[in-house]
Nanobody, 118 residues
Framework: QVQLVESGGGLVQAGDSLRLSCAFS????????MGWFRQAPGKEREFVAV???????DYADSVKGRFTISRDNNKNTVYLQMTSLKPEDTAVYYC????????????WGKGTLVTVSS
């Protein structure tokens, strides 16, 4: 069973940077596409970024140019580097994993809270 554990959330000011980490365990990390979703207070959960097993990436328009997703297959870890943070980036950020060939994200972490003050 895959386990995902996020870390790195916290309280920052607008314009600051923050890096989230997600530790993956239980299966072969390189066989999974990894991503991040977020859910702001009172809003639906939304896609943030994905990095596929091949290393290709996609981003939500709202974070493109500010956030960077990366993975370290030696450490079984995926990262989300967030820069130029805005108050509207305030949310619980969830790490997700999708096995190659699957059409949905099979595994979710418990989330880490990011709060951006103005």
């Amino acid at each position: 069973q895959v386990q995902l554990v996020e870390s790195g959330g916290g309280l920052v000011q607008a314009g600051d940077s923050l890096r989230l980490s997600c530790a993956f365990s239980g299966r072969t990390f390189s066989n999974y596409h990894m991503g991040w979703f977020r859910q702001a207070p009172g809003k639906e959960r939304e896609f943030v970024a994905v990095i596929r097993w091949s290393g290709t990436t996609d981003y939500a328009d709202s974070v493109k140019g500010r956030f960077t997703i990366s993975r370290d297959n030696n450490k079984n870890t995926v990262y989300l580097q967030m820069t130029s943070l805005k108050p509207e980036d305030t949310a619980v950020y969830y790490c997700v994993a999708r096995s190659i060939g699957s059409s949905k994200y099979d595994y979710w972490g418990k989330g880490t809270l990011v709060t951006v003050s103005s």
